[in-house]
């Protein structure tokens, strides 16, 4: 599976991005899919996740309702919805798939696509 992250870029506080993961290969599907980030100088931390079937998520608890995973297997994408951005959100965000129930720590996930960075100015 190859990944690609797209949808970074600069975004005043308050605002709002949604990044997209877009994967290769017919069985996208059967792989849960995680969002994770690093800030520099700080270790990669988990933000979101989802199930292959999308049902079922999973947030970090900064979150805290302002971001939103989901997915379309039509089309091979998983999107992070992220609104409400503050400057501690500045980050790299990276996806990552995984052909078990999902999880919220990077060890267990399978492949990874390249980052996307998210800059939030104050």
């Known amino acids: 599976v190859q990944l690609q992250a797209s949808g970074g870029g600069l975004v005043q506080a308050r605002g709002s991005l949604r990044l997209s993961c877009s994967a290769s290969g017919r069985t996208f599907g059967s792989y849960s899919m995680g969002w994770f980030r690093q800030a520099p100088g700080k270790a990669r931390e988990f933000v979101a996740a989802?199930?292959?079937?999308?049902?079922?998520?999973r947030y970090a608890g900064f979150v805290k309702g302002r971001f939103t995973v989901s997915r379309d297997n039509a089309r091979n994408t998983v999107y992070l919805q992220m609104n409400s951005l503050k400057p501690e959100d500045t980050a790299v965000y990276c996806c990552?798939?995984?052909?078990?129930?999902?999880?919220?720590?990077?060890?267990?996930?399978?492949?990874w696509g390249q980052g996307t960075l998210v800059t939030v100015s104050s």
């Open positions: 990552a798939a995984r052909g078990r129930w999902y999880s919220s720590s990077a060890d267990e996930y399978d492949y």
């Open positions: 989802i199930s292959g079937g999308g049902i079922n998520t």
